[in-house]
């Protein structure tokens, strides 16, 4: 497989010094969940929230950054990322618990904060724990499952602009709707603050395992999938509306439609970015065809073709 060079990589050669770590062409589709996709002109993974901001700001403003979490829901194409990936790792993992609110690092995962809200006696945190992703993605596209969503437990949050500057901001100036939020683009979500109500551990924990009986039996769990594909249109479930239209198990190459849960695409093998992006808008273009309705991405697609797919 070819990744699509850059036309010019002399500005790695003047990035700002940093005390996190710098790589170049870094091979980032071995962190996310599809395990397929292109390299990175550069991957960044800073120490902690003050090393982020002196990186942006002494950044060419030209250079294109992209923040990468868990790489869960995500498909990065397989000529690869243009520009800075940012990585926050452990400087932004942190998860504090006072009295009925959490302070969550943005690569906290969701999970873990669930756990952490559950040990403290937190209720209404639990459905994190069906969310595979970190606290950063859920605050970005308003995660949700099993009826609740992050706007339902958010106070506020923290996040770096393109140029460095540090932000705050309330939950209810993020323009947070179904698997949205108004948040300027080029932010970089650092922490948010959560909140809960006093509650049993032992009931907290119930319901989180209850959660996790129900992923099982549903989804493909421990495949090679980005999760949830497709956004549920308004009154309808996505999955429905692809097994109606015939999808379940469809397959290009070493993709497909996984044949437990039809809203899960899977790489069975070597699967390009290419194959899996095309299944999805073919299952697309098939619901629409069969059902009126046009499904939306949910997975969240970055990056470049191929040159052979451009040539």
């Keep these: 497989m070819t990744a699509a060079p850059s036309s010019d990589l002399a500005w790695r050669g003047s990035l700002p010094d940093v005390r996190g770590r710098l790589e170049f062409d870094a091979d980032i589709a071995k962190v996310t969940w599809f395990r397929t996709g292109g390299p990175a002109d550069v991957s960044f993974r800073p120490a902690d929230e003050e090393d982020l901001s002196a990186f ?4 060419d403003p030209s250079i294109a950054v992209t923040v990468l979490g868990i790489g869960s829901n995500l ?3 397989d000529g690869g990322i243009r520009g800075v990936v940012i990585r926050l790792g452990k400087g932004f993992s942190g998860i504090q618990v006072s009295e009925d609110s959490i302070i969550a690092g943005a690569a906290a995962p969701d999970r873990n904060v669930a756990l952490a809200a559950a040990k403290a006696g937190l209720a209404g945190l639990e459905f994190l724990t069906g969310i595979p992703g970190t606290i950063g993605g859920a605050l970005r596209m308003n995660a949700g499952a099993y009826g609740r969503e992050i706007k339902d437990i958010l106070v506020a949050a923290r996040a770096g602009n393109r140029s460095g500057r540090i932000h705050e901001i309330s939950a209810g100036d993020m323009g947070l709707t ?3 939020s108004s948040a300027p683009g080029d932010w970089i979500f650092t922490e948010a603050r959560l909140t809960g109500t ?3 551990a032992a009931d907290i924990r119930a319901a989180m395992d209850e959660i996790d009986r129900t992923r099982a039996e549903a989804q493909p769990l421990k495949t090679r999938t980005g999760g949830s594909t ?7 479930k996505a999955w429905q509306l692809i097994d109606r239209a015939g999808c379940r198990g469809l397959r290009i190459g070493d993709a497909q439609v996984s044949e437990k849960h039809c809203n899960f695409l899977l790489n069975t093998g070597q699967a390009r970015a290419a194959d899996i992006e095309a299944l999805g808008e073919e299952v697309r273009r098939r619901v629409l065809e069969t059902t009126g309705h046009s499904l939306e991405w949910e997975i969240k697609r970055l990056g470049e073709p191929a040159m052979e797919e451009t040539s």
């Design 56 to 59: 942006l700001s002494g950044l």
């Design 178 to 180: 179904y698997r949205h």
């Design 198 to 200: 006093p509650g049993q």
């Design 75 to 77: 498909l990065i194409r």
């Design 230 to 236: 497709f956004k549920n249109p308004p009154n309808e």
